[in-house]
């Protein structure tokens, strides 16, 4: 690897982390403000494991994301959207 990889694949884990240490933020606030959630990281991850010729599942890829199956987590963190929120994200999609 060099070192622009090794530097990618270092921020692809801080940006895990960072995702896993604020469990408070749903995937609905990050499509709203950002466009993309911990499910696109997996979809990605999942899409440039097939690039380099792998193949990883995508619930296996969720967990990589997620740190824990999916399930466990969206029992754990994942909040109900509220009327606020999917209007926001409504209007976002909206946009094109």
Request: glycine share 4%; proline share 2%; net charge negative.
């Amino acid at each position: 690897m060099d070192k622009t990889t090794e530097i990618e694949a270092a921020v692809f884990r801080r940006l895990l982390k960072h995702l896993d240490d604020n469990k408070d933020v749903q995937n609905i606030d990050l499509m709203i403000l950002a466009n993309f959630c911990r499910n696109c990281l997996a979809k990605w991850y999942v899409s440039s494991a097939e690039e380099q010729g792998e193949t990883i599942d995508y619930e296996a890829a969720r967990e990589r994301v997620y740190g824990m199956p999916y399930s466990d987590w969206k029992a754990n963190y994942q909040a109900d959207a509220t009327p606020e929120q999917l209007a926001a994200l409504d209007a976002r999609n909206s946009k094109g």
